[in-house]
């Protein structure tokens, strides 16, 4: 089945500063990858995903890209701030399944 | 989100009992899902159904069993054949098709007595 490994566990940047995730996956027939964000105690939030056929996507602050050919994809955060604290997660899906499969999450502490 | 309802919110089991965890959703999404969250580990997933009446075991099933008899309704239940229940569960439903966003719930903590 899809493994999906993120990298790394723990950031910790400055507020201002951009922070970086990076996940990868097995599956080659993998086509969603979305991202959820979760603070502590509270539900994960959809916060951007990306699909197949797009190699990068944007939402003011925050842009994802996907590298096929490497099977890995990162989530680019920018201008962080300290409401940027949370628990972060990269996902992977394919069109056989409509499971997620997860990364095991990169806790993300800025400090002003 | 508002459409996904989880309760009761802290749940205690006793040895050998078992217990259901309520999940509804007025979202009329046909999909819906039970995750497992342990410390450091990320979700799991325990069982999806993406119609009524049916639904498929997830990676981390043993001890657990589903029901989806209306749309809106995906209870789970931990059986005592579930030797390390004590975790944070959440449920989520999506819309028609792969691939649709899910939406999470504000989940349920199982602790054991």
């Known amino acids: 089945g899809e493994n999906v490994e993120q990298h790394p566990s723990t950031l910790s940047v400055q507020e201002g500063d951009s922070a970086v995730i990076k996940c990868t996956y097995s599956d080659s027939a993998s086509n969603y990858f979305p991202w959820y964000k979760q603070e502590l105690g509270k539900r994960p939030q959809l916060i951007i995903d990306i699909r197949s056929n797009v190699g990068e996507k944007k939402d003011q602050r925050i842009a994802v890209t996907l590298n096929k050919t490497a099977k890995h994809f990162s989530l680019h955060i920018t201008e962080t701030q300290p409401e940027d604290s949370a628990v972060y997660f990269c996902?992977?899906?394919?069109?056989?399944?409509?499971?997620?499969?997860f990364g095991k999450g990169t806790s993300l502490l800025v400090t002003p | 989100d508002g459409g996904i309802t989880q309760s009761p919110k802290y749940l205690f089991r006793k040895e050998g009992q078992n217990v259901t965890l309520s999940c509804e959703q007025n979202?009329?999404?046909?999909?819906m899902y039970w995750y497992r969250q342990d410390p450091g580990q990320g979700l799991r997933l325990i069982y999806y159904?993406?119609?009524?009446?049916?639904?498929q075991k997830g990676d981390i099933a043993e001890g657990y069993s589903v029901s989806r008899e209306k749309k809106e309704s995906f209870p789970l239940t931990v059986t005592s054949a579930q030797k390390n229940p004590t975790a944070f569960y959440l449920c989520a439903s999506s819309g028609t098709g792969a691939n649709q966003p899910q939406h999470f719930g504000d989940g349920t903590r199982l602790s054991i007595l």
């Open positions: 979202l009329n999404h046909d999909a």
């Open positions: 996902a992977a899906s394919t069109n056989s399944g409509y499971a997620l499969n």
């Open positions: 159904s993406q119609i009524v009446n049916d639904f």
